[in-house]
């Protein structure tokens, strides 16, 4: 859950360029190319591949990302609006010309890359950004993201690579004169989809709004794969390659231990803490990234019906009790001490029977916001800790890293 939905502004139908050379030598141009002291190329022709390292799209349904010598074009669909719309990033290597606005790039964003200054809303990009050692980037942070400096070890440790970094604002209210004065050349912020409008208003504003829309995709290692994206302002595909092949043979590792050891399972995710947002019960359907985990791993979701949203939705008393009461075991995404909270305050919730039995997992109290952030970048993390609860047998003194069983 987030604040209250705002309305859409009127995207600008302007090409905007965000420029600034590297501070550090970029080790993936090719070759035969000289680079200055930034990192810039310095002797440039026409005709050669800049990019040695590339990435190619193997799971995502909403990204994908084209080479062409000096530049690369990054055509991501626009999860808000539902026009299908695309948003076109084009990042063109420091030191080589600006490619022309025109045709299919006359609305893009422009973006020279390696990218050296940057600011994060979306906790999901921080993860990424940090796992691919990038953090001494970042200039601006959401006011939210700072604030968890002061509570997880995680973000502290984020913040303190990278310096000290000026709150921009929230989500869509941000501060454009701090910013503008940060000269950031792209602000890494979270696309959640239909009825939001973090990105439009953003780039409505003249700001060089980046969506990262990993969870409006409807598969996990989709999501995991959006760290390629990322990677591709920094001139760091290698890396980001090599992470995403590792999570994804982690991810098929589990799968393949618990396929077929839980097709009996009724289960359901679901958050129940009013401190967190949720009025009563606000549960995911068939139509998310977890719902689809779910049926991946073969059970049933038990919210799954008149739940198409890829956000989920709200349950009042009366049709949660009547949708949820055949559920066997339950998933809560609040940390373990909300939930237990809420539980000894609310007598409806023992109408549930995995609450009744305390059959359920929930998230961890000390890092809960570092998992948060990672969770939808760790997919395998999040699948193990999901087989640990459903099926803990398959997995024999394996603690949850990120949700753990009710005491």
Same mark, same amino acid.
């Given at each position: 859950? =987030?604040?209250?939905? =705002? ?17 550090? /030598? ?61 948003? !076109? ?32 809303? /979306?906790?999901?990009?921080? %993860?990424? !950004? ?6 001494? $980037? ?19 440790? !984020? ?32 696309? +959640?989809?239909?009825? +939001? ?5 953003? =780039? ?6 980046? /969506? ?10 989709? /999501? ?89 939705? %709200? ?7 009547? $949708?949820?009461?055949?559920?066997? +075991? ?11 909270? $809420? ?20 998230? !961890? ?6 998992? =948060? ?35």
């Amino acid at each position: 859950m =987030r604040r209250p939905i =705002r309305s859409i502004a009127a995207l600008l139908a302007l090409p905007i360029a965000f420029t600034a050379c590297g501070s550090a /030598s970029d080790d993936s141009t090719p070759p035969g190319s000289r680079t200055n002291a930034n990192g810039c190329v310095t002797d440039y022709v026409e005709g050669r591949d800049y990019f040695a390292d590339k990435s190619t799209v193997e799971e995502s349904e909403l990204w994908d990302v084209t080479y062409h010598d000096s530049y690369k074009t990054i055509t991501l669909t626009d999860t808000e609006n539902a026009r299908g719309d695309k948003l !076109v990033y084009v990042l063109y290597q420091c030191g080589t010309p600006k490619p022309p606005a025109t045709g299919d790039l006359a609305n893009a964003l422009f973006v020279q890359v390696p990218a050296t200054n940057v600011s994060v809303t /979306s906790f999901n990009a921080l %993860a990424m !950004v940090d796992r691919l050692g990038k953090n001494d $980037t970042i200039t601006g942070l959401s006011g939210q993201l700072l604030a968890n400096g002061e509570k997880d070890q995680w973000y502290a440790g !984020v913040i303190d690579d990278a310096g000290k970094p000026m709150s921009i604002g929230e989500y869509t209210d941000l501060n454009r004169e701090a910013i503008l004065g940060l000269q950031n050349q792209i602000i890494l912020m979270s696309g +959640f989809g239909k009825g +939001f409008d973090d990105i439009t208003n953003a =780039r409505a504003a003249e700001l060089p709004g980046v /969506s990262v829309s990993n969870r409006m995709e409807r598969h996990a290692l989709a /999501s995991a794969e959006w760290v390629k994206m990322v990677a591709a302002f920094y001139n760091e595909e290698a890396a980001a390659n090599a992470e995403f092949n590792s999570i994804k043979t982690r991810f098929n590792n589990v799968m393949t231990t618990i396929s077929g050891k839980v097709d009996k399972r009724t289960v359901g995710y679901l958050c129940i803490a009013a401190e967190r947002g949720c009025e009563f019960i606000y549960a995911h359907g068939n139509e998310t990234l977890v719902g689809r985990l779910f049926a991946q791993f073969g059970a049933t979701n038990v919210f799954a019906p008149n739940n198409d949203e890829l956000n989920g939705r %709200a349950y009042d008393l009366e049709e949660s009790i009547g $949708t949820g009461t055949d559920a066997d +075991f339950l998933i809560v995404y609040d940390p373990m001490s909300a939930t237990l909270n $809420t539980l000894k305050s609310d007598e409806r919730m023992m109408r549930f029977q995995p609450f009744a039995e305390k059959n359920f997992i929930a998230g !961890v109290d000390k890092n809960f916001e570092e998992c =948060r952030a990672k969770t939808y970048l760790d997919v395998d993390v999040l699948i193990r800790d999901f087989a640990l609860g459903l099926a803990p047998d398959l997995f024999p003194e394996t603690q949850g890293t990120c949700f753990v069983r009710s005491p």
